[in-house]
């Protein structure tokens, strides 16, 4: 079966400590992305990759960071300078098909920050 | 001002009834406008998208698009206890690579 997979599904992190989410796809899509959703504000875009080895920052960038070393793994550090990491976290990753940008999203990641 | 502005409700309707969920936003520049469907503790799954102005059809779903009110709609004829999840509208522009810009989601309920 095609599909993105997150890993693990539930992540408790103790204050000053980094933690890396995992994001695996095999769907050959070249654009890979990881956003935040907490209640009331919706997906931010936090980094996002359109090809191997390059990414950009999205809204919300501080505190995070991202490598893109294959097409298919676009893991997600939380590193302890992120004020507020307690969130659900999801990866998506899309096909350029011309102009419209369908993204695809993985099962998420919980991140509690005890 | 937010880009998408969407009720977070919670929308409670019984079974059968017709389901209105709408968005409003104020960037021109959207020219793809998608539905999500999120079920609780789970990633979104895209249920339908259009292109510019418009209705388009899927089943019991109809998303209809108002370039010059900037206001989009998804209805839910006939809608079953299943259909109760999150719904998140979302735009982009078009040509080259675009940011998707997401609404905060609709909270629905439809009791049997």
């Known amino acids: 079966d095609g599909g993105i997979t997150q890993s693990p599904k539930y992540l408790f992190r103790k204050e000053g400590q980094n933690v890396t989410l995992s994001c695996e796809q095999n769907l050959n899509h070249d654009a890979m992305y990881w956003y935040r959703q907490d209640p009331g504000q919706g997906l931010r875009l936090i980094y996002y990759s359109q090809i191997v080895n390059d990414f950009q920052k999205g809204d919300i960038a501080e505190g995070y960071s991202v490598s893109r070393e294959k097409k298919e793994s676009f893991p997600l550090t939380v590193t302890s300078a992120q004020k507020n990491p307690t969130a659900f976290y999801l990866c998506?990753?899309?096909?350029?098909?011309?102009?419209?940008?369908?993204?695809?999203f993985g099962p998420g990641t919980r991140l509690t920050v005890l | 001002q937010k880009e998408v502005e969407q009720d977070p409700g919670p929308l409670s309707v019984p079974e059968g009834a017709i389901v209105s969920l709408n968005c409003t936003y104020s960037n021109s520049a959207f020219q793809y406008f998608m539905w999500y469907r999120q079920y609780s503790r789970k990633g979104p799954e895209l249920l339908m998208y259009t292109y510019s102005s418009g209705n388009k059809e899927d089943g019991r779903f109809t998303a209809q698009v108002d370039k010059s009110s900037k206001y989009i709609s998804l209805f839910i004829r006939d809608s079953q206890p299943s259909d109760s999840a999150t719904y998140l509208c979302a735009m982009s522009g078009s040509g080259g690579y675009q940011k998707v810009t997401f609404g905060t989601g609709t909270k629905l309920q439809v009791i049997p």
């Open positions: 998506a990753s899309s096909a350029y098909r011309g102009a419209y940008n369908e993204q695809f």
